[in-house]
């Protein structure tokens, strides 16, 4: 933590009064540290009830960080949430006003659900795939249905996060089109059709994705008289920090709180702004929300040096403005000349860290590398050169499938084998991979077993094994440890009903896993419980669909659906001596500051992602859009070039000592890299 | 510098505008294209953008790249920014990937390789059959067959329309139809019309590729030229960006890449390129009267290069009378004009290179009473060339892949080091095959045949360097028996006895006492414990699998490079179809056509293709354009593949089809013709078909024969004589034979009779 200064100190001890403070910053000035501290005062010092004050927090870790530095010392519950967290569970509580007062919603008997951005891809999907086949959905688009669900489920976030009515989505993403045709515009229909149909039946339903639970709550909960007295009433005084990232419909919240609350303490870092992609505002915020409250200016950066600072400024106005400052290339700036391949890139990379720790003291804990495409095979190679010197690395972005890891992918093959009408056959592989995981017997006696299970007919399953050269080539006390697994899944398929594959799961969990002839880590037991937690979620959602619920859990699953994470997951990531592995979003999101950045693929196209896609639009679908007007290329190449401005400032910001660069001319297909990024820094670095 | 005439003027002269040079083969295209783009960045002159070098192949490329670099480097010139040399597709990919959404793309779409491509034709052609098997049927001439023979004719007969509709969509795209656009013009045509079906299919194949989030080559370029049209301010930016637009190769550009390039260019275009070396025509939709035509418009400045150095003047004679005979004495008149007159000049005697000498005349011809002499002979003559100018390159140039094979196998058989300049070749697919061979075994371990292929090709090479890094004849021999015994042996076991015996070691006993003492042996068991440690890996996670095999295999740059785009690939792959298998996964990597082809060629190119003395290189007469050797083999001269009069045997004509179908591929494109409105006269379009043909082919025969520098052997095979398939040579080889026999050819000076009986 960085000591407070005198100006800060005031800030926290201020007496119980009645002020609306901005804190404004840059990066690394100490916002949120402040604002911990004055919270921390708020409760310890002025006995204020921790439960009436409400703290809005962008994401997971920040919220981790908060729960780090908020044991206090008084026992009040904690509010602290993020926004769709809050809409959450203020729906769960009021759900009687809101059923009362919306009549979309048909099934009122049942408690209301809400839906992972997965499940929601998946069902969105779903309805695309049988249209685009059958009707002809989406001609002329060259992208796969589970591209194009996702942007339709980003779409829809996005619209009701800046307010605008679902059904105006297409209508206003084609308006603003500058070059339109007839072809574009029935691709915005077909999209405006499918997302009424999905919102309408799960409205009907009873559940709700992250858009409709943000609309359901401001049409519905939070214009009733009854929830506002209540909410005013609960809440007191507000904290919120990186407003600047915050959707409108955030910001509205928020200025609706101002008048009612006595205090509210916001941070504000007036160089972010890099999250628009993901429905934040900035300019919305400035005007709703600056004038209403007290500004409080912080200065300096503690996270960078002075060097760092200006160069990172520097690197700003050449991205964005064009003026060409010269810094010459040293000690604190390294820029690497290009390799050809992307794989020579990356294993140079990951030696000149090795050489960063063994030659110039520095620890692990001290370097991040960045990647725009920080993927599983980024992460192995890199990985393996560290492990050489005994280095860790931690991938900070969340990649990795529920298929990954061998503990969960058996406990799915199990389901497989135990419910063959599923239409979900396990293969060889994995049913070699189960039985080498419950008998502990090596890859080539498991793969003989393994033909046996699948050469069954019409499904696979665990035959008697009785003929004797197989026993003898399997060995007899494999045999029985075999035959326990058979007699187990024999007993299963007797009974009359299958389990709910939650319940599957458990039960497999607890009857088989976990018994001693199996190895379990400690990170498979945590892995089994997410893969339980997400079946039990989806099969709540999506039985209401009738679809079986257990099958299409299944299917999904072997589409490499990206496993669940649990917060100590998170947790363990962002604590601990290792190299981080990020991409440069979710090393921004997390409040993390490195002595060392790596930046790699610096000529790659990736670092300045184009806004305006096949079916979105995020300039479009948002507040301060005016209905009607033309998203011109113009407009496309400045928020281009701000993102980039923007995202790299943020980024050297958070760089303490020194920054490494490294390229290569090949893409990772095998196609010239031709992005911007690198010619910004050569432009300017001498 | 060392230019030449024609060199020195682009050099010294062309500062902008529209300029085409016209060069013969061996003109030193890429040496003097890279010396003026170094002398313009040298000056300044291509200010304030960069100079773009657009030529054919990834190989080209890294040519173009590091001649450039190097020469500016001995200048002192630090400029990698100031020039950019791409393929046509790496341009569009470049041009799309700016503004995906404008052709309703998501920005990730991928570009379909070839053996995809192919998979998604065959199947748009099942479902198009499902609903249209009668009209499927119609073309096959049943009259003719026998009910055995009419399965088979069907089966045939599916398999050639992919390339006929592939051919077809080719055409469609090149003139920028849309396959809804193309069924409608194609609605009054009738049932048996196969553009109709080539349309009805087109719609199929697109919607395939769309949902798939792909994008085939020909959408590339059709693509990024509708951006730029759609785009003006992109065109602009691309204009500012390429002050210079240069083209490689011009002859085989197309109708999209010459507007694409023109586009861009802003008025200064510079075009190089040999029209008498236009060899894509017949399986691409280029025409080398785009070049033709652009050199011929009035504000084009030509400037031509006619000197080369390449050749014996022996061989220069050669390839300059194959030029005036098919000019004026050419057995089908309408195709005198497929060669311009554009003869060779050998360079002056104060030139600095200096055309090479031989002591004996060089070329020689011969006639074989079959494919399998011929191809014996050759190989035999080539050992004896080996032996006796050990530093001299030698290439065999054959017309079809098949042969290819043909030829390997044999040298292989006879320990002659060769390589192959094909994208599917086994040295290039090497690190793909490894490890495919391994994951093969790793999905089915219990069997011994994998674990003994596994072992042959990745555990224990076939040739070790002795202590003298010298390769011995008969220790390699001796090797390859005691591999072949291993193999024998492994086939036969239960591997676990091996791998994890139950006792924890092996039972020596039951290892042949042979195979205990050798060598190869002891390598096996010194790598049994890497096999174990790659059979341990856990196989759920198959990208990481794919990493750990490279890791255990110590692979080098390169091939680490190509297992982490395998790697990548798997993950994304499993995730679009999770019913991939490991076995599946192997059987596409040990396939010569797979679909990381692409990007193994990408990486192999990179090293650049050098002929190396001592090696042989085998490649297509295609695959040999822009290159050159001491020694070239030019094989198969048959009328099958180097068609002369218009009775001959063609490639494209299918015996099962009703006689007015026999050639699909040229009825389309004068379908497509007549319905575009375009002026064909009055020709047959299956005879326009066979001109296009002979006139390429002889092309193509230049092409070979100026890849020679110093020896060149051109033979054919008659087989068959007197019956039904009968293969006969074709009639540039007897032609070429006779003047040869009559010694017209040989370079003034020397002396026949004198050359007789020398090392050749």
Redesign the interface.
């Known amino acids: 933590m960085y000591g407070l200064d005198e100006k800060a100190k005031k800030i926290v001890e201020m007496p119980n009064a009645d002020r609306k403070i901005i804190l404004k910053g840059p990066t690394g000035c100490g916002k949120s540290t402040l604002l911990l501290e004055r919270y921390r005062f708020m409760v310890e010092s002025l006995k204020i009830p921790s439960d009436r004050i409400l703290i809005l927090l962008l994401n997971r870790t920040q919220s981790l960080d908060w729960r780090k530095k908020t044991v206090l010392k008084s026992s009040g519950a904690v509010w602290r949430t993020s926004y769709y967290g809050f809409i959450q569970s203020e729906i769960r509580t009021y759900y009687p006003i809101v059923l009362e007062n919306c009549s979309e919603i048909v099934n009122k008997q049942i408690k209301p659900t809400f839906l992972t951005f997965e499940s929601a891809q998946f069902l969105v999907s779903k309805v695309i795939d049988k249209h685009?086949?059958r009707r002809?959905l989406f001609?002329?688009?060259?992208?796969?249905?589970d591209?194009?669900a996702i942007d339709l489920t980003a779409n829809l976030v996005k619209a009701a996060t800046s307010d605008i009515p679902c059904h105006e989505i297409g209508e206003r993403l084609y308006s603003a089109l500058e070059?339109k045709d007839e072809?574009?515009r029935q691709?915005f229909r077909d999209a405006d059709g499918i997302l009424s149909a999905y919102r309408k039946k799960c409205l009907e339903l009873g559940i709700f994705d992250f858009g409709m639970a943000v609309e359901v709550y401001n049409r519905y909960l939070f214009t009733d008289e009854r929830y506002r007295e209540h909410l005013f009433r609960r809440v007191q005084h507000v904290f919120a920090d990186n407003i600047e990232e915050c959707v409108p419909t955030e910001v509205d919240f928020i200025y609706s709180l101002l008048p009612n609350v006595k205090s509210c303490m916001l941070g504000y870092n007036f160089e972010g702004g890099y999250g628009e992609a993901f429905g934040g505002n900035h300019e919305y915020m400035k005007q709703k929300l600056i004038n209403g409250c007290e500004t409080i200016e912080m200065g300096k950066s503690y996270t960078c040096s002075s060097f760092m600072s200006e160069f990172s400024e520097m690197l700003f106005d050449s991205i964005e403005n064009g003026k060409r400052g010269r810094v010459s290339e040293g000690a604190n700036i390294e820029k690497t000349p290009p390799y050809?391949?992307?794989?020579?890139m990356?294993?140079a990379a990951a030696e000149r860290v090795c050489a960063l720790i063994s030659s110039n003291g520095y620890k692990p804990s001290d370097i991040a590398i960045l990647s725009t495409h920080a993927?599983?095979?980024s992460e192995?190679?890199i990985e393996?050169i560290l492990q050489r010197q005994g280095i860790k690395l931690k991938n900070l972005s969340r990649k990795s499938?529920v298929?990954?890891?061998?503990f969960t992918?058996a406990l799915i093959t199990l389901a497989q084998l135990c419910h063959p009408d599923y239409g979900e056959h396990p293969?060889?592989?994995d049913v070699?991979?189960l039985i080498r995981l419950l008998l502990k017997i090596?890859?080539?006696?498991s793969?003989?077993l393994a033909?046996e299970v699948c050469s069954r007919k019409p499904f696979a399953e665990f035959p008697d094994v009785e003929f004797p050269g197989l026993v003898e080539?399997i060995?007899y006390h494999n045999v029985e440890k075999y035959e326990k697994i058979r007699d187990w899944i024999k007993l299963y398929k007797a009974q009359a009903v299958p389990l709910p594959i939650n319940e599957f799961f458990q039960k497999v969990f607890l009857e088989i896993l976990i018994s001693k002839d199996v190895d379990v880590l400690d990170s498979d037991i945590l892995q089994a419980k997410n893969l339980i937690d997400s079946a039990r979620t989806f099969a709540d959602v999506v039985s209401r669909f009738n679809m079986n619920a257990s099958r299409e859990f299944l299917?999904m699953v072997?589409?490499?659906i990206k496993s669940a994470e649990s917060i100590f997951e998170i947790e363990e990531r962002l604590g601990g001596d290792f190299v981080l592995l990020s991409t440069p979003v979710a090393y921004l999101a997390s409040s993390l500051s490195n002595k060392v950045i790596i930046l790699t693929s610096l000529s790659s196209?990736n670092w300045t992602?184009?806004s305006?896609?096949?079916l979105s639009n995020a300039h479009v679908l948002t507040k301060t859009w005016e209905k009607g007007d033309i998203y011109t290329?113009?407009m496309e190449e400045r928020n281009q070039k701000r993102y980039l401005a923007l995202l790299t400032r943020a980024l050297l910001k958070r760089c303490g000592e020194k920054l490494i660069t490294f390229e290569s001319n090949?893409s990772?297909?095998?196609?010239?890299n031709?992005g911007d990024l690198s010619?910004y820094f050569?432009s300017i670095l001498t | 510098m060392g230019l030449r005439k024609g060199q020195r003027e682009l050099v010294e002269q062309y500062r902008g505008g529209y300029c085409g040079i016209a060069a013969i083969p061996g003109g030193g295209k890429t040496h003097c294209l890279s010396l003026w783009a170094v002398e313009m960045i040298s000056q300044g002159l291509h200010k304030p953008g960069k100079i773009l070098i657009v030529t054919y192949m990834n190989s080209a490329v890294n040519n173009f790249k590091q001649r450039i670099a190097s020469e500016l480097q001995k200048r002192g010139i630090a400029a990698n920014k100031d020039y950019f040399v791409s393929t046509i597709h790496g341009l569009c990919l470049q041009i799309i990937k700016e503004k995906p959404d404008l052709i309703s793309a998501d920005e990730e779409f991928e570009i379909i390789d070839d053996v995809n491509k192919v998979h998604i034709l065959s199947s748009s052609i099942q479902e198009w059959k499902r609903a249209n098997a009668d009209r499927f049927k119609t073309f096959v001439d049943e009259s003719q067959l026998s009910a055995n023979s009419l399965a088979k004719a069907y089966e045939e007969w599916e398999s050639k329309l992919s390339g006929v509709i592939l051919g077809a969509i080719r055409e469609f795209k090149a003139r920028g139809i849309k396959p809804l656009e193309a069924m409608e013009k194609c609605r009054g045509l009738g049932g048996t019309s196969l553009l109709k079906i080539a349309a009805d299919i087109y719609e199929i194949y697109d919607r395939k590729l769309k949902t798939g989030g792909y994008f085939d080559f020909d959408d590339m370029l059709y693509n990024a030229k509708r951006v730029l049209e759609l785009d003006s301010s992109l065109l602009e930016r691309y204009r500012k960006k390429f002050t210079f637009v240069c083209e490689d190769e011009a002859q085989d550009s197309n109708l999209i890449q010459s507007e694409i390039l023109t586009m861009i260019a802003n008025g200064n275009l510079l075009r190089v390129g040999d029209s008498n070396q236009a060899i894509c025509g017949s399986f691409t939709s280029s025409d080398f009267t785009f070049f033709k035509n652009f050199c011929e418009l009035p504000q084009t400045t030509v400037y031509s290069i006619t000197q080369s150095s390449r050749n014996t003047k022996d061989i220069i004679n050669l390839a300059n009378y194959f030029v005036r005979y098919v000019r004026e004495r050419h057995p089908v008149p309408e195709c005198r004009e497929s060669l311009l007159p554009q003869y060779i000049e050998p360079v002056g005697d104060d030139d600095e290179r200096k055309n090479p000498v031989t002591p004996e005349y060089g070329i020689k011809a011969k006639v074989f009473k079959s494919w399998e002499e011929e191809a014996a002979a050759v190989v035999m003559q080539l050992m004896h060339l080996m032996k006796a100018n050990q530093d001299k390159t030698i290439a065999v140039l054959v017309p079809a892949a098949w042969k290819i094979e043909y030829l390997v196998g044999l040298m292989e058989e006879r320990g002659v080091p060769c390589e192959q300049l094909d994208n599917t070749s086994k040295e290039r697919n090497r690190t793909v095959r490894r490890i495919g061979r391994i994951i093969d075994f790793f999905a089915l371990p219990e069997s011994g045949e994998k674990l003994a292929e596994m072992v042959n090709e990745c555990f224990i090479p076939d040739n070790p360097e002795d202590a003298a890094g010298m390769k011995n004849l008969e220790t390699i021999r001796s090797r390859k028996q005691h591999k072949q015994m291993l193999a024998d042996y492994l086939k036969g076991i239960s591997t676990e006895n091996i791998l994890y015996p139950l006792g924890g070691e092996i039972d020596l006993n039951k290892v042949p006492e042979e195979l205990l003492e050798t060598q190869v042996w002891k390598e096996f068991e010194q790598k049994l414990e890497v096999i174990k440690d790659i059979l341990g890996f856990p196989g759920t996670v198959i990208e990481k699998l794919i990493l750990y095999i490279s890791e255990k295999l110590a692979f080098n740059r390169e091939e680490r490079a190509i297992a982490q785009k395998i790697a990548s690939d798997v993950r994304y792959l499993m995730s679009q179809d999770p019913h991939w298998t490991l076995s599946k996964l192997a059987q596409e990597l040990l396939s010569s056509k797979n679909m990381f082809n692409f990007f193994a060629n990408v990486v192999w190119e990179l090293k650049g293709y050098e002929p190396k003395p001592g090696i042989v290189t085998v490649c297509t007469y295609h695959k040999s354009k822009g290159l050159e050797w001491d020694v070239v083999f030019l094989t198969s001269l048959n009328y099958a593949d180097f068609p002369v009069s218009l009775k001959d045997k063609f490639i494209g004509e299918y015996w099962f089809l009703k006689q007015e179908y026999r050639n699909p591929q040229a009825i389309i494109k004068s379908e497509l013709q007549k319905l575009m409105g375009e002026d064909i006269s009055n020709i047959d379009p299956v005879m326009a078909s066979k001109l296009e043909t002979i006139s390429e082919k002889a092309r193509l025969l230049y092409v070979g024969i100026t890849r020679a520098k110093e020896y060149l052997f051109l033979s054919g095979f008659h087989s068959n004589q007197g019956k039904r398939n009968e293969s006969l040579p074709s009639g540039y080889l007897l032609e070429l034979m006779n003047y040869i026999s009559a010694g017209n050819g040989q370079a003034s000076g020397s002396n026949p009779g004198e050359r007789k009986g020398c090392a050749v």
């Open positions: 685009r086949e002809g001609a002329g688009v060259t992208s796969f249905t591209r194009i070059l072809t574009k691709v050809e391949l992307r794989s020579e990356l294993e993927d599983p095979v192995y190679v393996k499938r298929v990954d890891n061998p992918q293969n060889r592989d070699k991979a090596d890859p080539v006696r793969s003989l033909g080539r060995g299917a072997r589409r490499g196209r992602p184009r305006v896609k096949e290329e113009e090949l990772a297909n095998g196609y010239e031709d010619e050569d």
